[in-house]
C-alpha cells in the first residue's frame, strides 16, 4: 500500500504511562526520560526510519550526518510533542504560553466551519486553543488510529468543548458532522494523508508531485461551511504559535470538471501554507512513510 494505512505508533498503555509521569514527576522530568526512549524508537524504526532520512537528505537537501542528527530531534520533538499533548488535555494548560495568529478569522466562523491541518506540530493542541473561541471543537480521527485512545483521553480530559468523531467503516460519522455543524460548531482534521482508494489530486509539494485526499474540501463544500487552514507548531520547551489563514468557501457544483477544479484550487492554498510551514518547522513534520509515492495510475485516473 501506497498511502497511509490509518495507523499511528504507540497505545493507550503508553498514554496511561504518559499521564502518571506528568501527574507525578512532572513535564520536565517526563523529557529527561524521553531524550534516552528515544533512542531506542530510532533503532526500532525500520522503514519510518527510512522515511524520514529520505526527507531530510533527498527533500530539505541535508548532508547525511544533518540528517541523521534531525532523525533523533524528530522523534525527540514528537514525544515532547506527545506529552504537551497529553499536558492540554488532562488539564496543564499553565504549562504553556502561545502565539495566535490569524485566529480573527476563525472568529468569523459564526456559523460553524471547517478547519484543515496536517501531522506537523501539535494537531490535537491546535484543538484545544480554540476553546478560546466559546465553540465546541470536533476533532475527526481514524478508526484504525484512536478509536481505544479516545477512550482514555475522553477519561482524563477537563475540557468537555472538546469531542472526538472517530471515521467508521459504515459512515455513521457523517450524521455526527452534519449534526455538529447544524448546531454551529467547528470540525477539525488533518488533510495531508489518504486512505487507499480514497480520491485524490496530486499537486507539487516541496519540489515533488504528492497526492493529497479531496475529502476535506469536498465536506467544506457539501456542507457550505467556510474552511481555514491551521498549524500549531511548537517554539520554545513551553511555547506554542498558532497560525490559521483566510477563510475561503469552496463552492460545489454539479459541473464534475468545474468541482475538481475548484478543489485543486482551494488544496493549492492548503499546500502553499503547509509547505510554509514546513520549511520553517522541519523537525515538526511526523510523517513516517513514503509521502511522495503517488497512487497506481488506474487509481489517478479515477480519481482525478
Not at 46 to 65: E, P, T
Not at 146 to 160: A, F, P, W
Not at 192 to 206: C, P, Q, S
Amino acid at each position: 500500500m501506497s498511502s497511509w494505512e490509518g495507523k499511528t505508533r504507540g497505545g493507550v498503555l503508553g498514554y496511561s504511562i504518559f499521564v502518571w509521569t506528568l501527574k507525578h514527576l512532572g513535564l520536565r522530568f517526563a523529557y529527561f526520560l524521553l531524550s534516552f526512549v528515544v533512542i531506542y524508537f530510532v533503532a526500532a524504526s525500520g522503514k519510518a526510519f527510512r522515511a524520514i532520512f529520505n526527507f531530510y537528505h533527498q527533500v530539505m537537501k541535508y548532508n547525511r550526518f544533518r540528517a541523521f542528527i534531525s532523525i533523533y530531534r524528530n522523534y525527540y520533538m514528537f514525544g515532547q510533542i506527545l506529552l504537551d499533548k497529553i499536558a492540554m488535555l488532562a488539564g496543564f494548560q499553565q504549562k504553556f504560553t502561545f502565539d495566535f495568529e490569524g485566529e480573527e478569522y476563525l472568529r468569523q466562523m459564526q456559523d460553524g466551519g471547517l478547519l484543515v491541518s496536517a501531522h506537523v506540530g501539535n494537531w490535537e493542541i491546535a484543538g484545544q486553543l480554540l476553546t478560546r473561541l466559546e465553540k465546541r471543537i470536533n476533532i475527526i480521527l481514524f478508526d484504525a488510529e484512536h478509536q481505544r485512545i479516545k477512550g482514555y483521553l475522553s477519561d482524563v480530559m477537563t475540557s468537555r468543548t472538546v469531542n472526538f468523531i472517530v471515521i467508521r467503516d459504515d459512515f455513521s460519522h457523517l450524521i455526527e458532522i452534519r449534526q455538529a455543524l447544524a448546531n454551529k460548531e467547528i470540525i477539525a482534521m488533518h488533510g495531508d494523508r489518504y486512505i487507499e482508494g480514497n480520491k485524490t489530486v496530486t499537486l507539487d509539494f516541496m519540489g515533488k508531485p504528492a497526492a493529497f485526499p479531496i475529502g476535506p474540501v469536498n465536506m467544506a463544500a457539501k456542507f457550505k461551511v467556510p474552511v481555514s487552514f491551521v498549524f500549531a507548531v511548537k517554539e520554545t520547551s513551553s511555547h506554542y504559535h498558532f497560525y490559521a489563514t483566510p477563510l475561503i468557501r469552496v463552492a460545489y457544483t454539479s459541473n464534475l470538471k468545474q468541482r475538481e477544479g475548484n478543489f485543486r484550487e482551494s488544496l493549492e492554498v492548503y499546500t502553499r501554507k503547509f509547505e510554509e510551514i514546513l520549511r520553517k518547522y522541519p523537525l515538526q513534520w511526523f510523517n513516517y512513510y513514503d509521502f511522495w509515492k503517488l497512487p497506481d495510475a488506474h487509481v489517478q485516473e479515477k480519481n482525478l
